[in-house]
């Protein structure tokens, strides 16, 4: 089994509908993001989280809001989703440690708003 | 603003070896790593470098010059398996990664 584990893995839905993306690890890690990515450009951060009560926007969180409802446990939704939200989105973890830049990704959640 | 550029796409050989350079320009510095990310699958931690110089780890090195902004990762013996996209990301003042787009690299029998 993953240790990062996202669902759903693929959705397709309509403009305006509300989308909730699922990430939940077994690594032990207090830190957690959410990153998108599209064909041609870098990951981008959504938001993250070093722990239960903390939660940061990242570059584009406009259109996004997260909950982090256990240590283990960090969501992303979309409240409208919108066609140029269609991305390949991956959650990620990291041990702690300010230097540390290695993640831990989960197997990504492809989500199409048509 | 912060920028990282690495080549859209290299083709190389199997059994040859092949240098992806990476350029960077961030807010502060604390670090650049590479990841490897195959098609449809998660990016995966392949290195890090914070001081000047090589890091060698089996058939892969990467190399960091703070001076310059400027990493490259090197792939030697090449293998099918190595067909992948390679991402480059750089550790900013903020301790945020910002991400190169990738370099996918086609390995030919």
């Known amino acids: 089994d993953a240790d990062v584990t996202q669902t759903p893995r693929n959705r397709i839905t309509k403009t305006g509908k509300r989308i909730m993306l699922e990430c939940s690890q077994t690594k032990g890690h207090d830190r957690m993001y959410w990153y998108r990515q599209d064909p041609g450009l870098g990951l981008r951060l959504i938001y993250y989280?070093?722990?239960?009560?903390?939660?940061n926007k990242g570059e584009i969180s406009d259109g996004y809001s997260v909950s982090r409802q256990a240590q283990a446990k960090f969501s992303l939704s979309l409240e409208s989703a919108i066609p140029n939200q269609t991305a390949l989105y991956f959650c990620?973890?990291?041990?702690?440690?300010?230097?540390?830049?290695?993640?831990?990704f989960g197997e990504g959640s492809r989500l199409t708003v048509l | 603003g912060q920028n990282i550029d690495q080549p859209t796409e290299m083709t190389a050989t199997e059994g040859a070896i092949v240098q992806i350079n990476c350029t960077y320009q961030?807010?502060?510095?604390?670090?650049l790593f590479w990841y490897q990310q195959h098609a449809g699958e998660a990016p995966t931690f392949l290195s890090y470098n914070v001081l000047d110089g090589l890091e060698e780890k089996g058939r892969f090195s990467s190399f960091l010059s703070r001076s310059k902004g400027y990493s490259y990762l090197l792939l030697k013996e090449l293998q099918m398996k190595d067909s992948a996209s390679y991402l480059c990301a750089a550790l900013d003042s903020n301790y945020q990664l910002i991400w190169g787009a990738g370099t996918k690299l086609i390995i030919k029998p």
């Open positions: 990620a973890t990291s041990p702690p440690g300010q230097d540390t830049g290695e993640l831990f």
């Open positions: 989280s070093f722990d239960v009560k903390d939660i």
């Open positions: 961030t807010s502060g510095f604390n670090g």
